[in-house]
């Protein structure tokens, strides 16, 4: 390939807009390996997902499946996705306070709604409740994810946070909470009232659409 139609060269003369998806993927993935190209492997993670939902949804283990893709590129790819979820919350935490269920669940709905194992998140709030941080303080099977009570408040004592508000995802599509879902809410609510920080709300996440335990009075 000549050196101006390679992916870099492109990038920096025109910028990452002129860029396919595929290039910029090879981008991240540096190099090849003995007769795959950085572009080969590039296609074959793309074809292995629906989307780019799908993608940033992949763990290292899962990456790792394409051939060509080591830990080391995996993890680079892991990364990049991350950061795109922190600059979709970014707006979200610029904001004077928490204010809605709904805000709330636009902030985590990306976040969630394609993974296909339970995520137990913790959002950090201050006392005039901004979000300080999202922490993910739990992984799953398809339909649980065993938490406790010390887990959430280790990380919100730490941080100084005033508040917390809870959220999980259901990859069954379902938001109806579960026995286990409630049973668990009102013990971090309980040991929230003995640390002296309050829990908010509860929200479970499924697909485009969620439940606010707040609003159905399960709190």
């Avoid at 390679?6 to 993935?29: D, K, V, Y």
């Avoid at 540096?30 to 492997?41: K, N, S």
């Avoid at 959430?152 to 995802?169: D, G, K, P, Q, Y």
């Amino acid at each position: 390939m000549p050196p101006t139609d390679r992916p870099r060269e492109r990038l920096l003369h025109h910028g990452p807009s002129a860029l396919s998806t595929t290039e910029l993927l090879a981008l991240l993935i540096g190099h090849g390996t003995p007769g795959r190209t950085a572009e080969h492997i590039a296609r074959d993670v793309l074809a292995s997902t629906s989307s780019l939902t799908d993608l940033a949804a992949r763990d290292v283990s899962e990456l790792r499946l394409v051939p060509g893709m080591g830990p080391a590129k995996a993890a680079t790819i892991c990364a990049a996705m991350e950061l795109a979820h922190r600059i979709q919350a970014e707006p979200f935490a610029t904001r004077t306070a928490v204010s809605s269920p709904s805000q709330l669940a636009g902030l985590m709905r990306p976040r969630l709604r394609h993974l296909r194992q339970e995520s137990f998140h913790v959002l950090l709030l201050s006392s005039a409740n901004h979000l300080i941080r999202t922490v993910c303080i739990g992984m799953g099977s398809l339909n649980a994810c065993i938490v406790h009570p010390r887990e959430v408040f280790r990380i919100a004592i730490a941080e100084s946070a005033a508040a917390v508000i809870l959220v999980h995802n259901h990859p069954s599509g379902n938001t109806e909470p579960s026995q286990e879902d409630i049973t668990i809410t009102r013990q971090i609510v309980e040991a929230g009232r003995i640390v002296d920080i309050r829990v908010l709300d509860h929200l479970i996440i499924a697909g485009e659409e969620f439940t606010s335990f707040a609003e159905r009075l399960l709190l």
